[in-house]
């Protein structure tokens, strides 16, 4: 860390950094300018916060944090990429595009097992369906709860997909955790850190979506709550964030891909649903995320969005979501990734 | 509600339209110009996210919602403003404007009571501190937890202030309603719906951070949520934005003050600590929102910033504060409201 | 147009409406329902601002403009896509990805010459380079002006490539306009209305750049000035938007490529290297605006980016640009379009 | 200037870096720590934007500028606030409030001076009103040009009041010059960096509204641009930012008053009309404005606002602004100001 100090500072304002420094048990580095002093911080491990304790003392102008704050997430102590398995030949981070697909909710039995069957046999590898939804409005529909998680159980039995929903609070991970094969983080709980200190020791692999307005850095450090806990398996999703543009429900960050693969070897997904929230720009926004380097996308997929009760405007009907899958392997194939099963061009 | 259809649109699009609307027991009301039909729905209670529902459907340009979708929380059914009666002659919403002070965490039960006798000193009612602190890394410090609760009920007991602390998680929300008298809702926390539902269970009076990026319509369906469990004390506290701007921790939102008012009759307060996130602006931040209208403040105090375990770029010294709370008090009266007590010009 | 009336509005506030909604010579049509009363608006053309002269009218409590502001730039009154014909072959908006490249600034004659040969031997068609350059300090080199222009020309003679640059003002589209093939508005510019409509008037070719908070409306109805002064081909650049997020220098909003080309005939391009502003994560972002749909990609290249006079971070230098472009190529035959010239899988 | 290397940087990255100093005239002063070496470059003056020449090499994680890029803006090079003398007694910057009042558009001569002759009779001193505006569409009233330049004058000779007006291009800084007391810059206008320098040599006071998403800092240098011509008359107005929230037009920045202040001597407006946009919402953020330290407002009045011909929706009416003046007398001389004059608590 590198304190900056102002022009004109006295030495007493530097004296009483440099005694801060000492007080917190690291060495304090001095170099005087001919306009001004700037101290080095040097010393292990630096408290994550240092930076905001010095930047308010008398006479300091601007402190710099030299190295980041994540550890378990960043590339240092991790140098190979992440693969998770999830078993049965199911993995994600690999070569191969990873199709996560299903309703934004679970409504019933009938809906939920017919779209299962449909994904799987355009390639998807996972199933999504909420059964404990977030709403905006307490007077929404909520889900189904424990009903709902049966009911993907069953999708799973019928289909071999791999499972993931999202579970909104600590007391339900373990009731969640009896079905799911992956956790889903919700945007809203993208902060909740008692809920990812949960998910964290529960075992099971946590995809993190990220925060409407977070940072990719603390997005970062979420990953890194679950991740202390001794859970390495965690997935970041981009769902859009919320900026002035109103024409999408969200703003695709589309650079998130690039930017969290330069920083971190954790799998990075897109979810085109939210991110645009109309059923007519999902297809563009899937393709972008595939040739932009994802490692895999979470599309929702609904056999009548019209009556769906909940997301209608988002999520495409069978017919739509087949066309897309074989145009997702082609661009999967021009960016020298493995297409998902069943989409490769010979298969088309 | 009112559903546009597109120029063009065929008269089974119009149909179609039309059965979704009787499908869910609602009548529609077809006006149909040169250019373009008009479907007018009436019917009560029209579901939350009927617009959503129908925006996808074929043929439909745009759908407009005409009635707000919270209901407890605006004028329409409680058209007195709400004033919370804390005890001890102490209440919030009134003519008189409130002050809450203290540090950002509890560290020890010295810093706390020297710190609650001081603002108690200046015309403070209400002592904030956190016992559970939400940090954006793991590895900060996190409050002290129960022995914090219990420091500040000691600091109650010896000053009279009432006491305001933020619950992180609904299994604490039982532990934090022992001590507080006031259920403090983070920003991060503000669409944790499961925890927002169990401090409305809880009865005590709710403060509502608003969320980094969230509307003021957003924020008061948070509101609804507490509201709908039968407890209709909740403020509302702006404690800044994300924007591009980062001079600034965040960015006030300081309109949230007079556009709030005129959608609902909850109290409205503002934390400029949070909002500006560096000392030197916190006294121009707080004589604004009093002068915007505010209810009331919450503002950070400690006895050696420098040395806070958290916020210390954001802490006012006592000093600092001291100078602040006549300042407060002559904008006040000069808006017409009471200032708070003690600091009155003829006190002053 | 709709204007709905609050609850509880007075006969005489309806009749207000409706009297302002004549005097502009157009029809008021009510529909009273049981709670409130709805006023259509019907007539042509209506005012682009009237929504905003009803919405603060007495008892009014929402207006709802249903036709879009923009027209020549919608396919209401352009159903084919525009292509538009640089000569010599080059077009723009047609099944071939463009690819426009060269120095973010011309710098010296040889500097510019050996760039342009480069991404022309690549697969460029169009060489970019900025004579007169926008500056956020006014103590930054800001452009060779004339004389970069003739450097530009030089180039062009040597390679065949056409020509893009800025023009900033009025009073320069006289001479940038004996130069270039493509008038290029800058981000800083996109709303500076007498630029805009000088450059309209001089008939060439116009891209123009999104503003950094621009809504999508706003840029459209920016092209409209354009084409409102007789000059239909304009080009519609992304270069990314201003958001929270910083570790990029802007936010790629990759949405705009496929909403654009829902609303609008006109071509679409992205500028992935203002976009990102780092050479790092140039790439990515290139594949995915071809993925997407984007009709043109914008680079900046230059022969030794370190030593380049602005923009050096984000500038690719030759050996990048080659090794991106068949990879362009690859993508854009992948979502079936025509790869850049030279970039094809049989010619690579 | 701090170049921070990346852990591991290799000795030939470290020279390269010192190379790239010394070639631009500068020393480089090397400080090797256990795991990374910083580069701190002296001696001046430092280009501006040496940070992004330096960000892209090989082996550099970060660079840190400490010296801000503005100068004459900045209390460095000018340690007494700015006050503007308009003559006649008009000043700007000083203890009194400043307000400047009028129409949005100069509609007819009849309007603009039966609201000169209202303000002034209000404690105004400056007169508005647009005899050219940008309008976001093509199609909309575009204001009357010179005629209205001498409609103002007129009004100038009835009343005494100064004038203030907009300036769209270079072209029009010698006319509007004729007629006006100080060149408004519109924020869509904000980094036209020509035109500033136009107005910068035009000798009169300049008044520079912020950009929709200019940060402060590239505020300051947009001032820059200004004074680097000799015109040392700069007045800084905040106008709203353009932010997530919809429900006001923009986002008021308060904190842009203490901010501005603490980095420099320029004076520093409000302008609450275009911030919130909505008439109900002015009067709060005008009180908010006074009570944060502003040394004056800008406030839109119309004899009959909903048929102003542009932002009708903002304006007050004669009444609405009689009524709020003695409000912003009372909240002035609660922070220590100086009412406007016919405004403070004697006079009401």
Redesign the interface.
């Known amino acids: 860390m590198?304190i900056?100090m102002k022009?004109g500072s006295s030495k007493e304002q530097v004296r009483n950094v440099v005694e801060?420094v000492e007080e917190l048990g690291l060495h304090a580095?001095l170099?005087e300018?001919?306009e001004?002093t700037?101290v080095?911080v040097?010393g292990a491990?630096l408290?994550?916060?240092l930076d905001?304790?010095f930047?308010?003392?008398d006479g300091v102008?601007?402190v710099?944090r030299?190295t980041k704050?994540?550890k378990l997430a960043g590339w240092?102590f991790h140098p190979q990429k992440t693969i998770i398995d999830l078993g049965d030949g199911v993995t994600i981070g690999g070569e191969e595009i990873s199709i996560i697909a299903g309703p934004c909710s679970v409504e019933s039995e009938e809906q939920t097992i017919s779209t299962a069957k449909w994904v799987k046999a355009q390639g998807a590898t996972i199933l999504r369906g909420g059964a404990y939804k977030?709403?905006?409005?307490?007077?929404?529909?909520r889900g189904l709860g424990v009903k709902g998680l049966e009911i993907l159980a069953q999708a799973r039995k019928e289909t071999g997909l791999k499972l993931i929903t999202e579970v909104?609070?600590?007391?339900d991970v373990e009731v969640v955790g009896e079905y799911t094969d992956i956790f889903q983080i919700g945007a809203?709980?993208a902060?909740?850190?008692?809920?990812l200190?949960e998910v964290g020791k529960a075992g099971k692999p946590v995809m993190l979506k990220r925060?409407?307005?977070m940072?990719?850095?603390?997005w970062l450090?979420a990953a890194?709550?679950v991740m202390?806990q001794g859970n390495p398996n965690v997935i970041l999703c981009e769902r859009g964030?919320?900026?002035?543009?109103?024409?999408?429900r969200n703003?695709?960050?589309?650079?998130t891909?690039?930017?969290i693969q330069?920083l971190s070897h954790l799998p990075v997904f897109i979810d085109p649903s939210h991110?645009?929230g109309?059923?007519?720009?999902v297809?563009?926004?899937s393709?972008?995320?595939?040739?932009?380097?994802a490692d895999g996308l979470m599309i929702e997929v609904h056999p009548d969005?019209?009556?769906?009760m909940?997301?209608?405007?988002?999520q495409l009907n069978f017919q739509e979501f087949a066309d897309l899958m074989p145009?997702i392997g082609?661009?999967a194939?021009?960016?020298g990734r493995v297409a998902p099963s069943g989409t490769t061009a010979s298969a088309a």
Chains 1, 2, 3, 4 share one sequence.
């Open positions: 590198i900056v022009t801060r580095h170099s300018g001919e001004r700037i080095g040097v491990p408290p994550p916060d905001e304790r930047a308010a003392l102008d601007n710099v030299i704050k994540f240092d977030p709403r905006t409005s307490p007077y929404e529909f909104m609070t600590p007391a809203r709980n902060q909740n850190y008692l809920l200190e925060g409407l307005s940072l990719m850095e603390e450090l890194e709550y202390a964030i919320r900026t002035f543009e109103t024409w999408t703003t695709l960050d589309i650079s891909v690039s930017v330069s991110a645009v109309k059923r007519a720009y297809a563009s926004a393709l972008a995320a595939v040739a932009a380097g969005p019209d009556r769906a909940s997301d209608a405007a988002q145009r082609a661009v194939e021009a960016v």
